[in-house]
């Protein structure tokens, strides 16, 4: 059972363009959302979250959007760069939980900007 | 401050073997989680260890073990490999939440690749 789900393995982007790298979750009970980007034989790094308060973080090139209602949230980069091209994690957890530490991932979509 | 180290790197081993896998996280953060990834499957939650206790499980048969020291340090065992627990294996650190809002960033080290032949 797939609670996060990122739907699209992959995705090409021209540089200087938008990404928009998508995740649909399943459990409602998911109050904290997460992305992460993962370099080859690196672990993969934090870039930016978003609490179930708000609909919208923005940091620098990279803005995060959460649709409660649909259960859904998208990661957007302007303008794209060639580092950008990694693997991009959707990670949710519930923060309700005092010390639940368990993050549950996405299976990933694979960035790559065209230069 | 130093990051999360993995050691070692990379490992082979056969089948029926037993591993042991080693974290040492960014120094003060007490909560340890462990992860595999394999492609296809993103990164599964393994289990997690606060103050050398596991607090949470995910779904994996009992030969994934795991333990903390009081310095936090962290290991996991496999014992009985079989051919699908080749995977990376990610060990994640985080400091100890302070409130509700705390931001869950957990910090990730940069893996274990376990080739099980």
């Known amino acids: 059972d797939q609670q996060v789900k990122q739907n699209s393995p992959s995705l090409s982007v021209q540089e200087g363009r938008i990404s928009i790298l998508n995740c649909d979750y399943t459990?409602?009970?998911?109050?904290?959302f997460l992305w992460y980007k993962k370099y080859p034989a690196e672990g993969p790094t934090f870039l930016i979250s978003?609490?179930?308060?708000?609909d919208k973080n923005e940091d620098g090139r990279f803005t995060v959007f959460l649709n409660k209602s649909a259960k859904h949230l998208s990661l957007h980069i302007v303008p794209s760069q060639p580092g950008d091209s990694a693997v991009y994690f959707c990670?949710?957890?519930?923060?309700?939980?005092?010390?639940?530490?368990?993050?549950?991932f996405g299976t990933g979509t694979r960035l790559t900007i065209i230069p | 401050k130093a990051g999360v180290t993995q050691t070692p790197r990379y490992l082979i081993k056969t089948r029926g073997q037993q591993v042991t896998l080693s974290c040492s996280p960014i120094?003060?953060?007490?909560?340890v989680s462990w992860y595999q990834q394999t492609p296809g499957q993103g990164l599964q939650f393994l289990f997690e260890y606060f103050s050398e206790t596991q607090r949470n499980k995910g779904n994996f048969p009992g030969r994934f073990s795991g333990r903390q020291f009081s310095n936090s340090r962290s290991e996991m065992n496999v014992s009985t490999l079989e051919l699908g627990d080749s995977a990376l294996y990610l060990c994640a650190s985080s400091s100890p939440r302070s409130g509700r809002a705390t931001p869950n960033e957990q910090y990730f080290g940069p893996g274990t690749r376990l080739t099980v032949t």
């Open positions: 990670a949710a957890s519930a923060l309700s939980n005092f010390g639940n530490e368990k993050l549950t």
């Open positions: 120094s003060g953060h007490r909560s």
């Open positions: 459990n409602s009970m998911f109050d904290y």
């Open positions: 978003i609490s179930s308060i708000k």
